[in-house]
Each structure stands twice: as structure tokens, then as C-alpha cells.
């Protein structure tokens, strides 16, 4: 099927009791068993729930992976898939990370044995330098929040391979509409479920999705045991909104390339961070490995001066964490979403205090435009 066919239909089935188009809220905490060993698949709902089981299966199948596993958010996801290894074990991961991500490798999971090390994976020659005997796992994003850099999953996946090492890619900037790691070598996909999947701003959650049965039965184990899991609410959520997945996506798509546009254009702006321009270095390699170039990108204003007085100045675009909703939000790296990274280690990645990230939004991007206008007039 078709990827919107599959946004709409995969897993969700009409409902065999009533007829349901939508799939049910199934908001219970157990369900009654018709004697002892016996009962209609479903025990316990921190095990299975029938609304998040209907968005896994969703999920996987749009991210063409076999096995999906809903979190409470996207880093329980994250969280969830390191504990699959154990104290010794060393990750590598990409020098641009979330914040959030950064956070939880750095103080709290190396207090459990946990090994991390950083280095700019576009660099094929870096991360070979990187992997360690110890080196179980290479996580990355592609693009990075919030400049942009791109990684080509394909050649950083054979060379983690070559060392027995997994890939996994957190997939949440492009979503599956845009950009698929499985079908590039990646054994583990993750997605914040709250950016793009959702889409409306109205719900936190993750997911995780790959194929191979061994590491899906520990991941099920996981979850189970640990208990983070996707509540039947926020999974209906996710899946209302993944059936607009791909209308939205064309829309963001549309939307950021020409507010990139415009920005790269209007001589109060420094520079602009999007894959989709040519000035971007790695523009060619976007074009290969994913079908568009999405709505988020980061524009350089000079100072935290200036950052400042944009981000007081916007109207229509909304000052706000988070992104991939339908409404524009603004947000300044430095002091909101990469606050926990070190002030050093900000400016080696080129994350500086007059760095701005536009999560663009489906608005009629005339309107967008002309708020940024005003905005920028201010400087």
C-alpha cells in the first residue's frame, strides 16, 4: 500500500464489536478473563492495551519495520532502548544531540556504567576513529537539532555493522513520510511521537520501531517491566494524527522552504540552516536519502541581542518548546532546548546565542513571512 493509504488504515481496522471507523478508546486499567488461563489477548494494560497496540502496529508499518513499541515520550524511548545494553557497554552518538538526550547519557545513565562519547557523525573518518571495542551501539540524528547536519545513514550503518555495532536513528525531525533509516541499514528507529507523528501540540509520547525479533521481544520486555508506557489517550491521539501525516509533511515542506528562502534572502540575517538550500554542504546527500527537506531550520541573527528582540517582536509565530505541530513555533537553543549542553560545547557545534529554531508550521506562509518581516525590522 501507499504510505497515506497505510497512514489511514494500518492497524486500524473498524472496530469488530461495534463497527467503529475510529479505533476506541479503550480506557481501562485490566481486562476480565473468561476463566482461569483464558482471556481475549489482553491481561493487564501496562502489558497491552488495544488503542497503543493499534498505533504500534501503525507505526512500524510506516516506518516498514516489523515490531513498535509506544512510550510515554520520547525520551522514555530513548531511555528504554539504552537499557538494552549494560554497565561497560559504551554508545556513541552524534555531537549534536537534544538536549534532553545529552541530559539522560550524561547524568543519569552514566551513573549506571553506561560509556558515551560524542563526535560529528556527517564525518564517516570520525566515527570510524570513535568505535571502541566496547562500543555497542551508534545513535544519531539526522538532521541535528538544531543546525541541521546530515548523516548518511547508509555509509554510517555499514561501518557501525562492520564493528557489531547497532544503529539506531531518532527519526523525529523528518518523520517516516520524509525519511526512512530503516530501509537505509539502521536496526532501530525513535521518534518523539509528540513532534510530527501527533502533529497538534496536544500530546507527549515515543516510539520505537525495528525488526529484529531478538531485540524486539528484550524491547517488549522492557516496557513492560519498566512501565513507560503510552497511555490509551495519547495513543488515540498519534493516530488521529498520523492519518493527516502526509498531507501535513507536503505542507511543512512547502512552508520551510520558502520561509528559508526568504530568510537567506533579507540582509539582517547572518545565515540559515536548511538542508533543502544549496548553500547548505550537505544539501546533495538530502536530496539522496530523504523525499523533502521539512519544516524546521535555524537562522543565525548575530548576537543574543538580537535573538532577543526577534523573539519579542513575533506575533503570529509562537515563542515555545517543542516542534512539528501545525501552528509556527520559535524557540532560541541556547537557553530553551540545549540549555543542559555546556556554553563550550554549544559553540563548538555552532549552537550560538544568536541562534534561532523555526518549527514551521501549515499557516499561510505569507503570513509567516510578514510576521518575520516585522520581527527582523526591529534590528
Known sequence: MGFSTDAIHAGQEPDPATGAITVPIYQTSTFVQEELG???????????????VALERNLAVLERGKF?????????AINAVMT??????????????????????????????????????SRLEDVQKAIQPSTRLL????????????????????LAHAHN????????FMSPYLQRPLELGADIVIHSTTKYLNGHSDGVGGCVILNDLALAERLKFIQNAAGAILGPFDSWLVLRGVKTLAVRMERHNQNGMAIALFLAAHPKVKSVHYPGL???PQHELARQQM??????????????????KVL?????????????????????????????????DRRRIGITDGLVRISVGIEDVEDLIADLEQALATL
Open 291 to 308: 523525499a523533502g527537506f521539512g519544516g524546521m531550520l535555524a537562522f543565525e541573527t548575530g548576537s543574543l541581542e538580537n535573538a532577543k
Open 139 to 158: 545513535l544519531i540524528e539526522t538532521p541535528t537539532n538544531p543546525v541541521m547536519e546530515i548523516t548518511d545513514i547508509a555509509a554510517v550503518g555499514g
Open 68 to 76: 513498535g513499541y509506544a512510550f510515554a515520550s520520547g525520551m522514555a
Open 312 to 344: 519579542k517582536a513575533v506575533r503570529l509565530c509562537s515563542l515555545a518548546e517543542s516542534l512539528g505541530g501545525v501552528e509556527t513555533l520559535i524557540s532560541h537553543p541556547a537557553t530553551m532546548t540545549h540549555a543542559s549542553v555546556p556554553a563550550e
Open 38 to 52: 483464558k482471556h481475549k489477548g489482553y491481561e493487564y494494560a501496562r502489558t497491552a492495551n488495544p488503542t497503543r
Open 278 to 280: 544549496p548553500s547548505h
Open 165 to 172: 555495532v547497532l544503529l539506531a536513528v531518532d527519526n523525529t
Open 84 to 121: 538494552l545494553f549494560k554497565a561497560g557497554d559504551h554508545v556513541l552518538a552524534g555531537h549534536n544531540l537534544y538536549g534532553g538526550t545529552f541530559r539522560l547519557f550524561e547524568r543519569v545513565l552514566r551513573n549506571f556504567g553506561l560509556t558515551f562519547s560524542y563526535v560529528d557523525t
